[in-house]
């Protein structure tokens, strides 16, 4: 019994790229709602970029494929696409997902303390750059990863 489990994704080391641009599009989803609701309702904002903030650290420091975000578009949308043609190395949107995770945990803490502006600034920077990489495909933590060499997975 023990060769029919699955211990390990399939894709290890791989990602679908059409998953990358659904999780940034998510992502930027939800963080405009942060910056929509927060000053509004700053316990819901501050506990959605919360969830985002550990969705950023979950998969930069465990699994792309285990995300929330991967999760749902395995479960909702790979079954309409099919497999893809190609994939991708998850070490460059694994370093992006650090990345975003560097500018939003210190804009929880600000929010957290009220320092809004900095707080609104990192977030809205993650938004526009998770936003970018969901519209044109062009992801900079990505285009950053040769220059810092991310540990394999």
Do not use: H, K
């Amino acid at each position: 019994m023990a060769g029919n489990r699955v211990t390990t994704c399939p894709l290890r080391g791989q990602v679908d790229p059409r998953l990358l641009r659904f999780s940034a599009g998510a992502t930027a989803a939800v963080l405009a709602v942060v910056l929509l609701i927060v000053e509004a309702a700053r316990p819901w904002g501050i506990g959605l970029l919360g969830t985002q903030v550990a969705v950023f650290a979950f998969t930069a420091f465990v699994s792309f494929q285990w995300s929330v975000w991967a999760q749902l578009y395995a479960r909702f949308i790979w079954p309409l696409l099919g497999p893809p043609s190609a994939v991708e190395d998850t070490r460059p949107p694994r370093l992006a997902q650090l990345l975003g995770f560097v500018l939003t945990a210190p804009a929880l803490v600000l929010l957290a303390m009220g320092v809004d502006v900095a707080g609104y600034a990192l977030t809205a920077l993650a938004c526009g750059l998770a936003a970018l990489n969901a519209a044109t495909g062009l992801c900079l933590g990505c285009r950053a990863y040769p220059l810092v060499r991310w540990p394999s997975t």
